[in-house]
């Protein structure tokens, strides 16, 4: 639920025409405004108590971020080229290898999992854990 549907008479209209779920994200905006917008979503289902909506909330994952790159470069990744990504946060990274904060990587993947990285800008998959 964002900006372009936070009034009650905007959910009333998309509860007519066929919405059954309301998603929260939680990496967007505050918990101040999320209640506010259930509040919202309250006045609306009250409108419709005949409609079944159920309410998901999108709870944020952990924040996991890279070091610093050799140099302080930009890097860049080509398609199809090899990427190891390590734990050490004193190395400086390259565009052979770079390294994150998440200390439980090499044990949170298996071979054939998916990484995103730059909010899925970049998709890596394992090849070697």
Do not use: W
């Not at 979503?41 to 999108?58: G, T």
């Amino acid at each position: 639920m964002g900006n372009s549907c936070n009034t009650p008479e905007t959910l009333v209209s998309m509860m007519d025409a066929g919405m059954n779920i309301l998603r929260f994200n939680m990496a967007n905006d505050d918990l101040k405004t999320h209640e506010e917008n259930y509040d919202k979503f309250d006045e609306a289902k009250k409108k419709k108590p005949e409609k079944n909506i159920a309410v998901l909330v999108d709870c944020k994952g952990p924040e996991i971020v890279t070091g610093m790159n050799r140099d302080n470069k930009v890097i860049e990744i080509q398609q199809g080229q090899s990427l190891k990504i390590v734990i050490d946060v004193t190395m400086d990274g390259d565009n052979q290898k770079i390294n994150c904060s998440y200390k439980e990587l090499p044990n949170s993947v298996n071979v054939g999992s998916q990484i995103f990285i730059d909010d899925g800008g970049l998709v890596c998959e394992v090849i070697e854990v």
